[in-house]
C-alpha cells in the first residue's frame, strides 16, 4: 500500500498583507480579516497581472509535434498512443476521417524515428502542427477555467514598506498592512511557499490537462493529495523542467508551476504564496495576526477604524505607523502610541 506523504514546511519568515481601507468591498474583507480572522483566497483570474496563472502554452511546429507526441508514447506506452488518436480524432471532425492518425517510423541515419500521419475525408494529409496546436488550444481554455475554480490563492509579502505595494495594494498608502507569523502558525496558511521569479513561462506538459482533470475527477481525497504533493515539490525545489513518470506527482509539478512561478518583472515584492482547494474564505487562528500598520498618509478616521477594530482582540495586536523617512525615498515603521 502506497503511504501518504507528509508535507515538507518550509520556515517562513513573518510575512504581510497589503490591505485598503476604502469603502465598500474592500473594506469589508479588511475588516473580516481583523474581526473575524478570516483571510480571502483569490480565484487566479482576479490578478492585476494578466501574465500571471495565466501562463502562454506556445504551440509547435509539425516536426516538433511528431518529436513529442513519438517520446511521449516511447515513455508512456499504449497509453499514450490512444490518447493521442484519441485528441487528433476529437479536434477537426468535419475534416478529418473517423479512423485515428497512422503511426509509423523510419530509418533515417540509424536513428528510429516516429512519423504521423492525419488525413481529411479525401484523403489529403494534414498539417499535424495544425492539428496538435488546434487541440492545444481548446485544452488549455478549458485548463485555465478548470484551475480558476479549483484553487484559490493568498498572497503576501516579505517587505512591509515597499513604496510600491503600499500604492498599489493599499489604495495609494491610505490602507494597512497586516503582520502574520506563519511560522508559528502553518495550518493558517496551507502550501506556503515563496514565488519563483523568471524570465520565460515555465514548462507544461501536453499530459497536464487531462492528468489535472483525472486528480480533480477523484474527488476531495485525490485533491488533497495533489495539493500535498505540490507543497513537496515546491519545498524541494523540484519545480524545474524534469517530467515524473507518475501522472499524480506529474499534475502537482504542473499546479506547482503554474500558481508559484511569476515574471522577474514582479520581484521586488518578495511574495509568498498559499493555496487552498478552493477560492474564498478561509478562517486562520486570531494568534497568527501579530500586528497591523498603517499607511503613512492614511486619515485619522482610518486609523480609529483599526483601534476599533483591534480593542477586543486577546492577545493585543501590535499597531505602527508607516511614515516618511526625512532624507531618502522610504518608509519608518513606528508604534503607534
Known sequence: MRQTPKETVLRAPRLYKYRSLAEGTDRTRTLQIIEKNELWYAKASAFNDPFDCNHMIAGQTSDEWTEYLGGAIDHFGEQARTTVSKLAQ??????TQQKPPSFGRQQERKKREWTITIRDKQGRELDTGEVFNSVQERRIKKLYQLLDKSFGVLSLSEKPDDILMWSHYSNSHNGICLEFDPSAHPKAFPR????????SYPYFSWL????????????????SRLLLETANILA???AGDSQPEDDATSAALGVARWFYVKS????????????????GPSRVSKRALKGIIVGCVSTDANLELVREAVKERRPKVALYKAVKKPREFGLDIVPVT
Not at 506556503?192 to 524570465?199: D, G, K, M, S, T
Not at 489535472?212 to 485533491?223: I, P
Not at 521586488?268 to 482547494?277: G, T
Open 192 to 199: 506556503l511557499n515563496p514565488v519563483r521569479y523568471q524570465e
Open 236 to 238: 524541494s525545489g523540484l
Open 264 to 279: 522577474a518583472h514582479w520581484s521586488y515584492e518578495k511574495e509568498w504564496r498559499a493555496l487552498s482547494d478552493a477560492p
Open 208 to 223: 497536464f490537462p487531462d492528468q489535472l482533470e483525472m486528480m480533480l475527477e477523484k474527488g476531495r481525497a485525490s485533491v
Open 90 to 95: 476529437r479536434v477537426l471532425p468535419e475534416r
